[in-house]
């Protein structure tokens, strides 16, 4: 790792040698009140729009306006199999097998319907191993998930707490906990970054921890997708969702992600709720009622998908594939290191940095917990033209995105932190 500096002329350096530096102009970057560009650290929260999403929609808007219903099939990009047209592309995201992947519903939905297959408790084996600060919506589906079995919640779902004092939940604890509890543990349910401290969780050790003791390991990877580089088929995971409006730049509120692995995909005995689409395609107009799945993860979908969602996400996988995840992660180790360098270097005592200083514990983002009036700071960064987010009850997250973050915005950041 190089040696990094404070100085102003540092930070252009770093932009003049970035092999990725030309990806920041293929994105809207927010503007201030005065036409200047805003420091933009909140992709982990909403990616940017890429310039590319209009000729997209238009092309659908174009075959709406002139095809209408023969759009289905006559369609410059045919709406009937288009979902099938992003399929590639979202497996080499997260590393599993083009029939292992499927973009469809929202992550909160596909979680539901991925744990009707995976999450089917009995009296011996019942219990959910979860992070204590998990999203709120991982804990609402959770929960309901247990109700929904009739089971007790405060017997059947297990939080995983960091130590007193830390911050980061420690393997060796995830680990030791698994092999004491994993006999009446159904379900690990992990994400794969936590939102909140921006820990990253090694889920092929977590995964291999699970099967040990015949539980099954399931990830969110709402923070994970489109900033880690992963290997879910590898690693033997068993399911996953995500959704693709924050690193994966997909567009406010767009349609989800899920991955079920290979081994499991033919399974007939696992419970499935069923729709249409996801249907044996060459039987599907027959209209009969007799349910054929198809031999891969679309066999999870429920309904014909948002072919204009899906389009402004085919624009960003374009511009994925392009870059590669392998080159974006090495630049956004470089990133968040330089911005964790710059941070410590102003020894501020308010400011704790509580994402782990492990580059393989952690991916874009870094959470700074601040010990006085943090909200205010947050406020008067925002004021400046900086948009980074607030976690009550003191954390101000900011994430450098290497697709279109720069590392002239992490020193400016930084300056005005
Ligand atoms: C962003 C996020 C969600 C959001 O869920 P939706 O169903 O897309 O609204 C859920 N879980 C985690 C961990 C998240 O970071």
């Known amino acids: 790792m190089i040696k990094f500096s404070s100085s102003r002329s540092f930070c252009k350096e770093l932009d003049g040698n970035d092999a990725l530096r030309k990806f920041r102009d293929k994105f809207f970057i927010p503007k201030q009140p005065g036409g200047e560009e805003a420091v933009y650290l909140a992709g982990n929260s909403l990616g940017l729009q890429p310039k590319s999403v209009i000729k997209y929609l238009e092309q659908e808007l174009k075959d ?65 191993l979860i992070e204590a600060n998990a999203f709120p919506s991982d804990h609402y589906a959770v929960q309901s998930q247990i109700k929904f079995h009739g089971f007790d919640v405060s017997k059947s779902l297990v939080e995983m707490k960091p130590r007193d004092g830390e911050d980061k939940i420690r393997k060796e604890d995830i680990e030791e906990y698994i092999d004491k509890e994993g006999d009446s543990t159904a379900l690990v349910w992990f994400g794969g970054v936590n939102y909140y401290t921006g820990q990253a969780f090694d889920m092929k050790r977590i995964t291999e921890a699970a099967h040990l003791k015949g539980c099954i390991a399931g ?113 956004s180790i470089m990133l968040t290191s330089y911005l964790e360098f710059l941070i410590k270097e102003k020894r501020n005592p308010d400011i704790e940095i509580i994402t782990p200083e492990e580059e393989n514990e952690r991916g874009c983002q870094l959470s700074l917990r601040v010990k006085k009036e943090g909200k205010k700071l947050y406020e008067k960064l925002i004021g400046k033209g900086v948009f980074c987010d607030w976690r009550e009850p003191d954390v101000i997250r900011a994430a450098p995105v290497p697709l279109y973050n720069s590392f002239e915005d992490v020193w400016k950041f930084s300056e005005m932190l």
């Open 64 to 128: 709406w306006e002139n095809l209408a219903v023969e759009g289905h099939i006559h369609a410059k990009n045919p709406w009937l199999p288009y979902h099938e047209f992003l399929t590639d592309q979202t497996s080499r995201i997260i590393g599993a097998k083009p029939e292992e992947v499927v973009n469809m519903n929202s992550l909160t939905a596909n979680l539901h319907l991925l744990f009707v297959s995976f999450y089917r408790p009995d009296s011996k084996r019942h219990k959910i």
């Open 219 to 331: 990830f969110d990877l709402a923070h994970a997708a489109g900033n880690l580089e992963m290997n879910l088929h590898d690693w033997n995971t068993d399911f996953a969702v995500w959704c693709n409006y924050k690193y994966m730049n997909g567009g406010p509120g767009t349609i989800g992600g899920a991955f079920v692995h290979e081994k499991h995909i033919k399974d007939k005995t696992l419970p499935k709720f069923l729709g249409w689409w996801g249907h044996d395609k060459k039987t599907r107009f027959l209209m009969d009622h007799k349910y054929i799945p198809i031999p891969t993860a679309e066999s999870w979908q429920l309904s014909n998908p948002p072919i204009l969602q899906l389009a402004a996400l085919k624009a960003s996988l374009d511009i994925f594939d392009e870059a590669g995840i392998k080159l974006l992660r090495r630049k």
